[in-house]
């Protein structure tokens, strides 16, 4: 009994870390590129909550 009642006192502890931080809003970039090389272009998706932010370049 004692291991549930830890488990839900840590559940519930987690989930309340950051309940009242901004939510995540999706982020996108694309560019194109002519130079001597000829045409590059990039490509990028991401997520960002104003202080935290994850990408991927494409």
Do not use: E
Not at 23 to 33: D, L, M, R
Not at 36 to 44: E, I, W
């Amino acid at each position: 009994m004692k291991k549930i009642s830890g488990l839900i006192v840590a559940l519930t502890i987690l989930s309340a870390c950051g309940a009242d931080a901004p939510p995540f809003t999706p982020t996108a970039n694309a560019g194109v590129s002519v130079g001597t090389g000829g045409v590059s272009t990039t490509a990028g998706v991401g997520a960002t909550n104003g202080t935290f932010s994850v990408g991927v370049s494409l």
